[in-house]
């Protein structure tokens, strides 16, 4: 009887292991672990009833009964022993979700488009469960080895323990301030076989246009789907898409239990630990010491976009970012890496990894994700920077910088600790960061020479007709006068942009925005603010930049840019420009763009109605009718700026709260073309 009961197990809802790997739903639901295992004892109880009810009926056969019921007890023990075996086995149900490059995988090259085929074994494509299978176990191994120290390929990295065995998804929202430890870190976007396909946004543009109608245009291309987190039926409502839970693509404020639901963590390397470090004013993480009840304290994970146009520097800009972190492992990268023949690949070390082993292109190659793509299908940093976007997976925070930057030392727990001292959820520290070869930073220590901050603040209109747009001059630096928390200012820079990952979620960059350079920087600075972010600068620089002046402009001055293939895409730049101004209600009277382009994704890639666009307008002096700007913002933003919004910042810190603000700044020195800024 017990033996029947035990295989009873096996029918329809046995284990899972012996049919198929759980959906996302299943996965991400914390009842959902092992639940045949649960089902399994109530029906050995039921059964073992049963055989007494049996042994009772027939009490004159016992000699013949207790016989058959040893031998039964005997087998029931072999078959559960091997039944638990295979439990253990089996992979938890939390291995499952998207998967991510194995480890030994090398980097993605498309061409036109198209490209190889990753995780093949014998010229074939690994079926989906035992890939994801396989990269499950190769990541939360190599997680392990990283942080014990174990060299990869040990048989002692490859045990996994118990607790990441059991490990909650980071959506789990039992705790909502405190993301759970998971193994869906790192998850890789480099799946060629679940990719997309997309118009190549040049082509879509020309099209459109009757004297470009006829000329040779890009084929489509195949690029990473964007992350879109668990249902949302794990957050108790009933949405579809993870944009839909974090405020409805802007139809509201996220609260801030949606918004602490976004972000994966990983144990702290304790070896490199500072004692007690103490994160200032966010709820996740109020301190950051040793271990504490044998669990291991959490550090939250850092995802970083790099776009590259044939940058030479874009090896070194990985190296630095990892050799310089505190706390290399919990740093994933995507590169969009845009070359020609001959060109060095962002992916390649500088040194063979057998012979050097030690750089960060060999030792967490597992955590750099790159998309290659000819260069001649490159249309300017906003469409490179869209398919890096594409590329997050669910981590706690999102850094995005260009192709030539260097770091601080223990950049990775400053930049943290800056960002958790503004006490804003909805915070984004952006800066256009100093040069690195003016004598501000010392490249070899990776020390910082410098005490001054630059500052977000100095935009204007440039550009006739259609082009008109605003952007974007040079900004200024000086001494910050608030200490101890970023400082708040009007506008964002691409160049450096640290916040939380829901802001590369909620304000992805438009796809359909070809050949454009200047203008991609007001477009994320309105978007965002109608979504309810707020742009701070650093006290600290964390960063520097390759600019080409001074000692590097032999140098840097040698590589390439995107416009030399400007010629092939002709006209599509201006029509770029229309919907961009247009998404923002920002075009000129005689400005008529095309409706479909307009239009079209118009809902992701559109504007919030957290607040208004007006708003921002009146607030910082920008003039649509005669597109012209209010001067000398510089001389607001800082000080004043920082004391007089700060008091808006909402109790639960999600944003400040624009409608309590009747500010409009009007130009000081309207007769002085050159004010200092107050900063």
């Known amino acids: 009887c017990a033996l029947i009961t035990a295989r009873d197990g096996e029918r329809g809802d046995g284990p899972r292991h012996k049919y198929s790997f759980p959906t996302d739903r299943e996965v991400m639901s914390p009842t959902n672990y092992f639940p045949h295992h649960h089902h399994l004892s109530h029906r050995q109880h039921d059964g073992h009833q049963h055989c007494n009810r049996q042994h009772q009926h027939h009490r004159g056969h016992r000699g013949v009964q207790w016989t058959v019921l040893v031998c039964l007890s005997v087998l029931c023990a072999l078959f559960l022993s091997a039944t638990l075996a295979t439990y253990l086995a089996a992979p938890s149900a939390s291995s499952s979700g998207p998967p991510a490059r194995p480890p030994s ?59 990441m065995k059991e490990s909650h998804s980071p959506f789990d929202t039992k705790d909502s301030n405190m993301p759970n430890p998971s193994p869906m870190f790192p998850i890789s976007a480099i799946h060629p076989e679940e990719y997309e396909t997309i118009t190549h946004p040049a082509t879509e543009v020309m099209e ?225 960061l100093h040069n690195d070869a003016d004598g501000r930073f010392d490249k070899e220590k990776g020390v910082s020479l410098d005490k001054t901050r630059p500052i977000m603040c100095q935009t204007d209109y440039d550009g006739k007709g259609a082009r008109r747009h605003l952007r974007h001059f040079s900004q200024p630096a000086g001494i910050p006068r608030i200490t101890g928390t970023p400082t708040i200012e009007p506008y964002w820079g691409a160049g450096f942009s640290f916040g939380r990952g829901h802001f590369v979620v909620n304000v992805p960059y438009d796809q359909h925005l070809p050949m454009i350079f200047q203008g991609e920087e007001i477009s994320i600075t309105l978007r965002g603010f109608t979504y309810g972010y707020d742009y701070y600068t650093p006290e600290r620089s964390v960063a520097f930049h390759s600019y080409a002046v001074g000692e590097n402009k032999e140098k840097r001055g040698s590589v390439h840019k995107f416009w030399e293939h400007t010629n092939l895409y002709a006209g599509s730049g201006t029509e770029a420009f229309k919907r961009l101004n247009g998404i923002l209600s920002m075009n000129g009277p005689d400005v008529k763009p095309d409706p479909w382009l307009l239009h079209v994704d118009e809902k992701m890639y559109g504007i919030g109605k957290v607040r208004d666009l007006s708003k921002f307008f009146d607030t910082f002096g920008i003039h649509l009718d005669s597109q012209t700007v209010e001067h000398h913002l510089c001389r607001f933003a800082g000080w004043t700026m920082h004391h007089m919004f700060m008091k808006h910042l909402r109790q639960d810190g999600m944003g400040i709260d624009y409608n309590s603000i009747d500010y409009k700044f009007k130009d000081p020195a309207p007769d002085d073309p050159m004010g200092l800024p107050q900063g």
């Not at 504490?292 to 070194?316: G, L």
């Not at 597992?366 to 000819?374: A, H, S």
């Open 208 to 432: 459109r246009m009757p004297n470009m109608a006829s000329k040779d245009k890009p084929g489509p291309m195949r690029v990473p789907k964007f992350w879109d987190g668990p249902s949302g039926a794990q957050f108790g409502g009933s949405y579809d898409t993870i944009r839909e839970h974090l405020g409805n693509y802007g139809e509201r404020l996220m609260t801030r239990d949606e918004a602490l639901s976004i972000g994966t963590v990983v144990p702290m390397k304790e070896s490199t630990a500072t004692s007690n470090r103490e994160f200032l004013g966010h709820d996740s993480f109020e301190k950051h010491g040793p271990e504490q009840n044998n669990e291991p304290q959490m550090i939250e994970t850092i995802f970083v976009m790099i776009a590259s146009y044939r940058d030479w520097q874009c090896p070194q800009t990985v190296e630095s970012l990892y050799s310089r972190a505190e706390h290399p492992h919990r740093i994933r990268v995507a590169v969009v890496d845009q070359t020609s023949a001959g060109d060095v690949k962002c992916s390649d070390p500088p040194r063979p990894c057998s012979d050097e082993p030690t750089q960060a292109l060999c030792r967490f190659k597992e955590l750099i994700d790159v998309y290659e793509m000819d260069s001649d299908l490159a249309v300017g940093p906003v469409f490179a920077r869209h398919i890096a976007s594409r590329m997050y997976r669910g981590e706690y925070f999102a850094l995005q910088i260009d192709a030539h930057v260097s770091f601080v030392q223990n950049w990775d727990v400053d930049v943290i600790d800056q960002w958790k001292s503004a006490k804003n959820e909805m915070a984004v520290l952006s800066v256009y």
């Open 105 to 163: 995988a090398s980097p993605l090259r498309l061409e036109g488009g198209g490209g190889g085929r990753e995780g093949e074994k014998d010229g074939r494509a690994l079926p989906s469960i035992q890939r994801d299978a396989n990269r499950d176990n190769s990541v939360r191994s190599d997680v392990e080895r990283r942080l014990a120290g174990t060299p990869p390929g040990s048989e002692e990295g490859m045990k996994v323990s118990p607790e």
